[in-house]
């Protein structure tokens, strides 16, 4: 249930046909009365759907009847379903060619938004923003239109953050700051969310945000706004709005949060919470809609998202909560402190018998002994004395011992290529794939081919993440003198080695070691002495603008030992 959590791909869910999304619908509209009817129309037939199926009716359309286990292009296996609504199913299923988990939505070809739903997914997969979930897959075959899209396990829905209590100001400051300039990026490519709930906002392990169901989850539910930018401005300023105070900013409950009180109006979320941070509370006024009117009177409305991500960019950053450090245990006193060190302790005394000595050689044999052993003493320091003055007096030898040197010098055997047994991408980081089918053109010998990331908005991953690259297996431990890359773009990249030992890869570019760094088109990455490895990182730090964003490649990749 933990994962099912944290990533199941919940576009349709439950709270979303409760009259407190019809009120959402309708302030997206920015007053507009002919807008408002058309939305409030929807909901009811919404509620009609809903009605018919609580009474036992058959819905006019019907999801398609598959189960556990069924196989899609003798690939994606079915494992579990997610959502079963209105004509289509949510499912979390396993790409058994690359061996991960992935997310499948179905319907049938004949449904009437599956035109739709296709489009939106074609499109939201062209995008290629790593801030978004992304689109791996848009097909009908067999009469079925299904979407594949990633599957995050490792993440947390907003939803289950907010269950825990309010966000803390840096949280929500980055939540908003991050959410805002994601949507500003879509609408610049002509694309909507038009359902930005809690749900479809993730947090990953290292505390960035990401936003699933772009275009799609709007399509599968046929979901329509005149002003889609206005629709999407508001849906933050309600994310922000719930972060900082874990209320709903309506007056109906949602989400698992609970609404504002009847009759009171939209109050700020300063005046609902103590300590709410100010400027976020004002952030999140101008983004929302009171009655189709701006629910900030200081300051002029946001009805963008561009205009929203400028709004926080303006604002002093908040800066993360000091770490806070354990308590350290009461302090012990030790025998040593109490005064016991170096004073002598009284020990008990043992009576030990006395030994009377023999008595000495007082006979007339003892002292004949005596005279005998005395007569040896003196011969044998005759002796020795008479050896010890014929070496010394003895001429030092004219000849010495020659001095052997080598005749032929010594060289060094000449550095050799090592073979690549194997190589996959590594983005631990990230959502841990980077390009892999495209993996072996980066040592396949030829330099015209090559291996790609994805599109990132920054040359330094958008602040998504510290790096990307390539683990090599070289099959069994081997002592590596240099590493030659060959870059399309001047690249900053670090050549890192895993223990000698190790049996398997690290999981993580920490557990690798630093041995080189450099940066340009060709880079040589030399440690200051061999290593002795199997598994090499090149680690991308840096990325060139290549394909209207920033993108490395790498064309040829040489290891010599």
């Known amino acids: 249930m933990a994962e099912r959590s944290t990533a199941a791909v919940d576009v349709a869910d439950n709270s979303g046909d409760d009259p407190l999304t019809a009120k959402a619908d309708k302030a997206a509209t920015d007053g507009v009365a002919e807008t408002q009817k058309a939305a409030a129309k929807t909901a009811e037939a919404t509620e009609s759907k809903a009605g018919e199926r609580q009474g036992g009716e058959p819905p006019s359309i019907t999801a398609p009847e598959l189960h556990s286990g069924h196989k899609l292009a003798r690939r994606y296996r079915l494992e579990e379903c997610v959502t079963r609504l209105d004509g289509f199913s949510s499912w979390r299923a396993v790409d058994e060619k690359l061996r991960r988990a992935v997310g499948v939505h179905l319907l049938p070809a004949d449904h009437p938004r599956a035109r739709s739903v296709l489009a939106a997914a074609r499109s939201s997969a062209l995008l290629g923003d790593p801030r978004f979930v992304q689109v791996l897959d848009a097909v009908e075959e067999n009469d079925l239109v299904y979407v594949v899209h990633e599957w995050l396990p490792d993440s947390t829905e907003l939803t289950a953050l907010l269950a825990a209590g309010p966000l803390e100001a840096h949280d929500a400051y980055q939540l908003v700051s991050q959410v805002s300039q994601a949507m500003a990026a879509a609408h610049r490519e002509g694309l909507a969310h038009l359902r930005l709930t809690p749900s479809a906002v993730l947090r990953s392990s290292t505390g960035q945000y990401r936003i699933r169901g772009l275009a799609v989850n709007a399509a599968l539910r046929g979901i329509t706004a005149d002003r889609p930018q206005r629709t999407d401005t508001e849906a933050i300023g309600a994310l922000l709005y719930a972060a900082l105070t874990q209320r709903w900013p309506y007056d109906s409950d949602a989400y698992g949060l609970s609404g504002l009180p009847k009759g009171v109006g939209l109050l700020p979320p300063d005046q609902v919470r103590a300590g709410v941070h100010r400027g976020l509370s004002e952030i999140a006024m101008r983004a929302l809609a009171n009655d189709g009117a701006t629910a900030s009177r200081q300051e002029p409305p946001c009805t963008t998202p561009d205009e929203l991500a400028k709004a926080v960019a303006a604002m002093p950053r908040v800066k993360p909560p000091e770490p806070t450090f354990p308590t350290p245990p009461e302090y012990q006193r030790t025998t040593y402190q109490q005064g016991t060190y170096g004073r002598p302790q009284v020990r008990p005394v043992a009576t030990q018998p006395i030994v009377v000595p023999p008595a000495p050689l007082q006979s007339r044999t003892g002292t004949a002994l005596k005279w005998a052993v005395s007569a040896l003493l003196i011969a044998a320091l005759g002796l020795g004395s008479w050896q010890i003055a014929d070496r ?170």
């Open 392 to 561: 010394l007096l003895a001429p030092e030898p004219s000849t010495k011992t020659p001095v052997t040197s080598p005749t032929v010098d010594e060289k060094p055997e000449p550095p050799k290529p090592i073979a690549i047994k194997s190589a996959h991408d590594f983005d631990p980081l990230g959502n841990g794939a980077e390009n892999p089918q495209t993996i072996e053109l980066a040592y396949d010998g030829d330099p015209s081919t090559f291996w790609h990331t994805v599109n990132y908005y920054g040359s330094d991953f958008a602040n998504l993440k510290t790096g990307v690259g390539i683990v090599l297996d070289l099959g069994t431990a081997q002592k590596v003198s240099s590493v030659d890359l060959s870059f399309l773009g001047h690249t900053s990249v670090e050549l890192r080695t895993a223990p000698s030992a190790a049996s398997s890869e690290p999981s993580t570019p920490e557990r690798f070691t630093t041995r080189a760094s450099g940066e340009g088109s060709n880079v040589t990455l030399k440690p200051t002495e061999p290593v002795t490895t199997r598994y090499l990182l090149v680690w991308l730090t840096q990325l060139p603008a290549n394909d209207g964003g920033f993108r490395g490649k790498l064309a040829e990749i040489k290891i010599m030992g």
